[in-house]
């Protein structure tokens, strides 16, 4: 499947709102998991059906309703009526390929990034849509499959005190995105100290290679640009929301998320001009080398020039040639040759094309 457009022909034709899963399945049962928590308790589950998370909308607590796999259409739609989550909505988290985005309703937050990571062989960077859905007492979060990303999350709620414990659902939902950004961060700069290390090989041995792992590299910062950039639009549009699911005790810490990805997408920025830099400095680097192997070929080609217009005035066969009879006529040749080509020699030295 294509990393930067997911095929959307099962879409064609739908109506808006209309519950389609776009993209490729990475588990294959859905999974629910609960944390319900106050200040004064926590409570942990694993509901096995969706009608059992009804019950968590009318607490006074606050619940983390995560759903591993967005596949499962009915799934997705009886939540939708548990929780009372637009149709639209609904639609953006089955859509895989969806643009990060932020949607503001009457009673409901939507926000959608990509949760980045490095495959096995660490190079090569996967993407992971996160849907996420406020509601004034509950935080639903949707993963494609699942993850240990917001176990930090997990382990500070298990702690008795703490923000979390006390915020309510926006630090909650804060925190997740905080994760979300950081482990960005992260894939970015172990990416970043490869292409800081590509440098010394682009002076010193360029070659095919080489090449090929500066496009690669190349390639995977795009995508990586293609992630973060909007997921930084999405946190300003938080910032500039005056929805009442966003109290002003948790926009400071907004404001602290924004600054992280504005970090984050700087430091893109900077490894994605490296990155041309290193182009410039490779094809610079080859273009030097034809040049020396060029003059090097030119000089030597230059110096067989009146060897050659020597042996070919005296490999002609006229009989009256009188040099051909001297006695020592060849030697007196060969002489003559290599006292031109080291005349030769000594001038190209001098004029420093040597």
Not at 7 to 17: E, I, L, N, T, V
Not at 179 to 187: I, N, S
Not at 190 to 214: F, K, Q, W
Not at 233 to 245: A, H, P
Request: hydrophobic share 45%; aromatic share 8%.
């Amino acid at each position: 499947m294509a990393r930067f457009l997911k095929k959307r022909r099962h879409k064609a034709g739908q109506s808006p709102g209309a519950i389609v899963f776009v993209g490729e399945r990475k588990i294959e049962t859905p999974r629910l998991r609960v944390m319900d928590f106050d200040t004064e308790g926590l409570r942990e589950a694993a509901p096995e059906r969706s009608d059992e998370l009804a019950h968590y909308c009318g607490l006074s607590s606050t619940s983390w309703v995560n759903v591993d796999g967005v596949h499962d259409a009915q799934l997705l739609r009886e939540m939708g009526e548990a929780f009372a989550i637009p149709s639209l909505v609904l639609e953006d988290i089955a859509n895989t390929g969806q643009r990060p985005v932020f949607e503001a309703f009457p009673d409901v937050l939507f926000v959608s990034l990509k949760m980045l990571s490095l495959a096995e062989d660490g190079v090569t960077v996967r993407a992971e849509q996160l849907s996420a859905v406020l509601t004034p007492t509950c935080v639903l979060t949707f993963q494609e499959r699942p993850g240990t990303i917001f176990e930090p999350v997990r382990d500070r709620i298990r702690r008795p005190s703490g923000r979390l414990r006390r915020l309510g659902p926006a630090y909650l939902l804060y925190a997740l995105l905080d994760c979300v950004f950081e482990h960005a961060l992260r894939v970015v700069e172990t990416l970043g100290e490869r292409i800081e290390d590509l440098e010394d090989d682009v002076l010193s041995d360029p070659g095919p290679e080489l090449l090929e792992t500066l496009t690669a590299a190349r390639r995977e910062m795009a995508y990586v640009r293609k992630a973060v950039r909007p997921a930084r639009e999405v946190v300003l549009r938080m910032l500039r929301s005056d929805s009442d699911l966003i109290p002003e005790s948790v926009t400071p810490y907004l404001r602290d998320l924004r600054d992280m990805a504005e970090q984050t997408v700087d430091v893109v920025e900077v490894y994605r001009e490296m990155l041309g830099d290193h182009l410039a400095a490779y094809n610079m680097a080859m273009s030097n080398r034809l040049n020396d192997i060029m003059k090097f070929l030119t000089i030597f080609s230059t110096i067989f020039i009146p060897l050659s217009f020597l042996a070919g005035v005296y490999g002609m066969n006229f009989d009256v040639m009188p040099e051909l009879h001297t006695r020592y006529g060849y030697f007196i040749l060969l002489g003559i040759m290599g006292t031109v080509a080291a005349g030769m020699l000594v001038y190209f030295r001098y004029r420093k094309w040597l």
